[in-house]
């Protein structure tokens, strides 16, 4: 089978700025394949590409061997690839539990009618989406927070409630944009656990975006570089650590740091 | 589910209060004023899903409030349609444009509904007062039967106050089922952001355009009923002036609760037939009364009510310890 994300030549402009040059992504299904590359790379710009949120001005994407190019982002949330966000979009209005069965979304099955009168299916249904929430709350280790309101959480556990979010949805391929940023070494250890995790209990597709290179390189399967907008290497974690254009050019520059 | 029940209480309570209040009340004027204030809370309890929840400005519900008024109040009068049925094609027609205004405009995120309805309250207005010989012009529509039925008139104010609580509970009740639903948590969530709401597959603008519709729908219904107690209907009660009144209507009894919708709007309608009694200071007061509200009750009625009831109970708490 071909790969269940394919991205083939995109290209982004932002008035005159380049963020994304004819690039190309393919993401095995069951993989992790993780995107690195320095700040300004285009890491962000291109999983706003494959999410639906970002226009291209060129290329297409491709997903579960459909071609989504014209696919609203809500579309393609429901049709399965969910993702969260580097800068928290907490919604922090709600509790914890609410955010989670928010994302039950795209498999909560009842309608407005039921919603109105509180069917019998909306009530079975309801449930469902509760239990499933609070199952997948308790899976990122945070059943005991549920009721408390998302924005008074620390940050720490507004990236872990973000996941459970996107979990919840049940996803086919998950997007996750640099989920450690802001976290200590020690959640970021415990951050790795739960992506890994999350493919192996939920067979979930998980494309990473990061930039502490411990993680990635512990726990991918396939690593892609980014620079100025262009692939620089893509391949196994060892083979790209090797690559000397990316120690020149990426690598090299960690060190000198 | 324990919120259900919460609601389920709270909505007996307001039926019984409602129901009693006519009884307490020794002046039948009162009882009209808490009609027109039925007719308000059933527009702001609308108004305030779309602001509070789906966080969407309308400067046009006083133009859908007279739409149902009009639109039922002439099949009515000059064509002779049956009550009902004239009330019920006003709805439907009013729920009709406001989806029409919706489509190409809930689309584009930022304030483009908030433009679109200001401009559509602007052509109502003209159509109102223009259309002379459809709608009586300035001077207003008269001749406009009562409220039938099933056959049975609401000749007096009292059964017309039952009819007004009853639909106004009914909306108060749909609205509250909706708001607990996947539906208004898709409602909340994009208020805070659109793009995680959208990442979990969540239609924004199919949302938004449900909700905008809806409340629409509700202030038709404000309208029939009103069209149909009054017996007459003038451009001036549904301009720009009474649109901005709900909204002062929503933000005073608290974004985000229907509770609150009813207070706010029940509250503003009767505090000018209290404040009659000052007459020269009359406006001044009814200002000053608003911007204390805003000071001090930053989350409305409704949150500082919650406020309130959490430092009773608090003290409550902490005074059994005590003992
Ligand atoms: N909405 C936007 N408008 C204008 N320019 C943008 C926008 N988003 C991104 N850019 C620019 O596009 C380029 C790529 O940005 P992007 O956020 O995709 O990088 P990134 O690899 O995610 O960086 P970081 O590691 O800092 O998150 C940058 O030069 C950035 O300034
Ligand atoms: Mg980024």
Known sequence: MSSLLAMRGVTVRFGGVVALAEVDLDVALGSITSIIGPNGAGKTTLLGVASGMVQAAAGAVSFLDRDVSAAPAHARGAAGMVRTFQNLEVFSNMTVLENVMTGCHRHVGYGVVDCLLRTGRFRREERRCREHALKRLDFVGLADKAESRAGDLPYGLQRRMEIARAIAADPTLLLLDEPAAGLNTRETQALGELITAIRESQGVTIVLVEHDMDLVMRISDAVMVLKEGRNLAVGPPEAVQKDPEVIKAYLGEDDED | ?323
């Open chain 2, 1 to 323: 589910m324990a919120p259900t029940r919460k609601n389920l209480l709270g909505l007996g309570a307001w039926t019984l209060l409602m129901a009693l209040t006519p009884h307490l009340l020794t002046n039948d004027y009162y009882v009209s004023t808490l009609i027109i204030g039925f007719f308000n809370a059933i527009i702001v309890v609308g108004l305030n899903m779309l602001m509070g929840y789906a966080g969407q400005i309308s400067l046009g519900h006083g133009a859908f409030y007279g739409l149902g008024a009009y639109v039922s109040g002439i099949l009515a009068a000059t064509y002779g349609v049956p009550v009902e049925a004239a009330g019920l094609i006003a709805i439907i027609a009013t729920g009709l444009i406001a989806w029409g205004i919706g489509i190409p405009t809930l689309k584009l995120s930022g304030h483009y509904l908030a433009m679109a309805t200001l401009g559509f309250g602007v052509i109502v207005s003209i159509v109102f007062n223009e259309a002379v010989e459809t709608t009586g012009g300035p001077s207003g529509l008269t001749g406009i039967p009562r409220l039938t039925l099933f056959g049975i008139t609401m000749e007096s104010d009292l059964s017309y106050y039952y009819v007004t609580g009853l639909a106004l509970t009914l909306v108060m009740a749909l609205s509250l089922n909706l708001i607990q639903s996947r539906l208004g948590r898709a409602l909340r969530a994009l208020h805070t952001s659109e793009r995680a709401a959208e990442a979990v597959g969540v239609d924004i603008a199919r949302y938004k355009l449900f909700v905008f519709v809806l409340s629409a729908v509700f202030a038709a219904l404000a309208g029939v009923l009103y069209a149909h107690y009054l017996g007459f209907a003038a451009p001036s009660s549904f301009g720009f002036h009474f649109s901005v009144t709900l909204l002062v209507m929503v933000v005073l009894g608290g974004m985000a609760s229907v509770w609150g919708a009813v207070a706010g709007a029940l509250f503003l309608t009767a505090l000018p037939e209290f404040l009659r009694a000052f007459e020269n200071i009359e406006t001044v007061l009814f200002g000053g009364i608003l911007i204390l509200g805003m000071m001090f009750l930053p989350s409305g009625l409704a949150g500082g009510t919650a406020k309130l009831t959490r430092a009773l109970l608090g003290r409550f708490r902490v005074g059994a310890r005590r003992v």
